[in-house]
T-cell receptor
Framework: DAGVTQSPTHLIKTRGQQVTLRCSPI?????VSWYQQVLGQGPQFIFQ???????GRGNFPDRFSARQFPNYSSELNVNALLLGDSALYLC??????????????FGSGTRLTVV | RKEVEQDPGPFNVPEGATVAFNCTYS??????FFWYRQDCRKEPKLLMS???SGNEDGRFTAQLNRASQYISLLIRDSKLSDSATYLC????????????FGTGTKLQVIP
């Protein structure tokens, strides 16, 4: 079984640009969450989607948006990139929609560098 | 008080040693707890869930102390391959947006 797949693995963008990150969850998992991890910190919650609906949003500006498709894959969009958006962006797949009972499986992440 | 707190370390221990990490949490209504392992520049990987009665998986033992609001991870007979950052994860009520990761405890096992 394929795990959580993310693309691209690495990305370099300039300030002000826009970026789209993609994620496919584990087959059968309907919940996708997005996290941002900067060096030396734990992952910070950005969004959760379940059955194509946004179920949770973290403390990130409106420049961050996401969506989930009928096949449960997801995209994270970040507009007007800032240097501080440089981080590892992790997609997490999970079984349940309302509560994290079984833990996450993470993809290998997209490392975004904004210059 | 931070929602989830971990000692960042590093913990430098010799091979074969026993090492323990604690993670404190602020929300007494938290419902599920996990330990993740993260290697340098890699994604976190689920090590184990933490159950109320405590649970063990090989050399790893996880415990939950609800009265004092902390979880612990004990690693026995440390191996060089155990060197990593260990993240605790706490799931309070209120949905996924409440799931909180600690900043991680770095473990270095020395030959």
């Amino acid at each position: 079984d394929a795990g959580v797949t993310q693309s691209p693995t690495h990305l370099i963008k300039t300030r002000g640009q826009q970026v789209t990150l993609r994620c496919s969850p584990i087959s059968g998992h309907k919940s996708v969450s997005w996290y941002q991890q900067v060096l030396g910190q734990g992952p910070q919650f950005i969004f959760q989607y379940y059955e194509k609906e946004e179920r949770g949003r973290g403390n990130f500006p409106d420049r961050f948006s996401a969506r989930q498709f009928p096949n449960y894959s997801s995209e994270l969009n970040v507009n007007a990139l800032l240097l501080g958006d440089s981080a590892l962006y992790l997609c997490a797949s999970s079984r349940d929609g309302g509560n994290l009972n079984y833990g996450y499986t993470f993809g290998s992440g997209t490392r975004l560098t904004v210059v | 008080r931070k929602e989830v707190e971990q000692d960042p370390g590093p913990f430098n221990v010799p091979e074969g040693a026993t090492v323990a990490f604690n993670c404190t949490y602020s929300n007494s209504a938290s419902q599920s707890f996990f330990w993740y392992r993260q290697d340098c520049r890699k994604e976190p990987k689920l090590l184990m869930s933490v159950y109320s009665s405590g649970n063990e998986d090989g050399r790893f033992t996880a415990q939950l102390n609800r009265a004092s609001q902390y979880i612990s991870l004990l690693i026995r007979d440390s191996k060089l391959s155990d060197s990593a950052t260990y993240l605790c994860v706490v799931n309070p009520p209120g949905g996924y947006q409440k799931v909180t990761f600690g900043t991680g405890t770095k473990l270095q096992v020395i030959p």
